[in-house]
């Protein structure tokens, strides 16, 4: 027994544990996600890389995505033939030096739409009002001469150097982009990790039945309550919680999530994920017995207590014996009631067991004290139910 008693155990302890990783991850699902190169660059996909005269309005975006995808120079065995008989030729792909030595010109591209030709990089950053920069340049006669003074003009060696640069930084993953990417993963990450630490605080503090707030809802204040004080415990030994504290302290963030508010959506969150793992578990075993009880509050509202009861078994796996049988009693929530007259009390916890989704053909036990609108034999509860 002591062996299956500590089974339990573990079990239990797991299922919390996993019902704190679904709250979290359910809260925070558009914060974790970050885009692949692949979507980031989906609207891209169809355009036409070789033909630049087909390239819409340069942004940052679409400069990191032609910069990573290199300029593509097109050799054809023949280029199309002008209406005065020229044609563009690939020799202008190579810049020739006194000294016959050949240098590669990457940054012209020839556009097949238009039958001419651009600078990559000064139409890539914008620079200069040229014809290599925004319709093309189809000059054949003096097409030599036009490249020969572009790549020597300031504004070209300027968007030269800055294509190299930039292409660098992609390189090494340092453009604005990956830098801002990086950061926000940072911030993420340090967000997520608070939001860890605040939903085991408030299980720990749940679970000891230990109140949350005092008088006062200010860190390093008396009398603030536990939750609070055990944050300002942990900020002295935690280096992500001792971060948090000191954003706080310095006003640089007013979003913290330690208000009462946010204390009270984590506990909604992990009641209904509790709530939902016990509705599972009955409706796995089909049957089951219900247990009510009414008393009033601090206000003197009288609230109903509602109390599921089944049992469930664990067979092995090999066998398909049962190994262990274990009876279950769950509190599902408590019901406020403007009325206490049995015909009331019907109605409301049929709308309740509706509502939780709980077939009421499968219930086969009440119990109730000893009051006449609860057990009464004609319009009672238990008979009416």
Not at 169 to 176: E, L, N, P, S, V
Not at 195 to 201: A, F, G, S, V
């Amino acid at each position: 027994m002591g062996e299956v008693n500590n089974k339990k155990k573990e079990r239990d302890n797991e299922s919390k544990e996993e019902i704190v990783i679904s709250a979290i991850s359910e809260e925070n699902t558009e914060n974790e996600k970050s885009c692949s190169d692949d979507e980031k660059y989906t609207i891209f996909k169809s355009l036409d890389l070789d033909d630049p005269n087909k390239w819409p309005s340069i942004d940052e975006k679409l400069r990191l995505y032609l910069i990573e995808c290199e300029p593509c120079q097109i050799n054809m065995e023949t280029f199309p033939i002008n209406t005065r008989g020229r044609s563009f030729s690939s020799f202008h792909y190579f810049r020739r030096l006194p000294n016959g030595e050949r240098i590669k010109r990457s940054w012209i591209i020839y556009s097949k739409s238009s039958d001419s030709v651009f600078c990559f990089c000064c139409k890539l950053f914008n620079i200069g009002v040229v014809s290599l920069t925004t319709n093309g340049n189809n000059d054949w006669k003096n097409i030599s001469n036009i490249l020969n003074r572009h790549e020597t003009s300031t504004s070209h060696k300027k968007a030269y150097q800055n294509w190299k640069e930039l292409e660098t930084r992609c390189k090494r993953g340092k453009t604005i982009d990956n830098i801002n990417e990086a950061n926000l993963k940072i911030e993420t990450e340090h967000w997520k990790n608070i939001l860890r630490r605040i939903i085991e605080l408030i299980k720990t503090l749940s679970s000891q039945n230990l109140a949350f707030r005092g008088k006062s809802d200010k860190l390093n204040s008396p009398n603030n309550g536990n939750f609070l004080k055990f944050i300002e415990f942990l900020s002295k030994f935690d280096p992500v919680m001792k971060e948090h504290i000191r954003r706080i302290s310095s006003q640089e963030i007013h979003c913290h999530y330690l208000g009462k508010d946010i204390q009270n959506e984590v506990i909604q969150l992990l009641a209904n994920k509790i709530r939902f793992r016990i509705i599972t578990a009955l409706k796995n075993v089909k049957y089951y017995s219900i247990i009510l009880d009414c008393t009033p509050d601090i206000n003197h509202t009288e609230q109903m207590t509602v109390i599921v009861r089944f049992v469930s078994t664990t067979e092995n796996e090999t066998t398909s014996k049962i190994e262990h049988v274990s009876i279950n009693e769950h509190f599902i929530g408590f019901i406020e009631l403007h009325n206490t007259t049995g015909l009331n009390m019907t109605e409301v916890i049929l709308q309740k067991l509706r509502e939780l989704d709980i077939s009421l053909d499968d219930m086969r036990g009440q119990g109730y004290d000893n009051g006449a609108n609860m057990r009464g034999y004609k319009n009672g509860v238990q008979a009416r139910i």
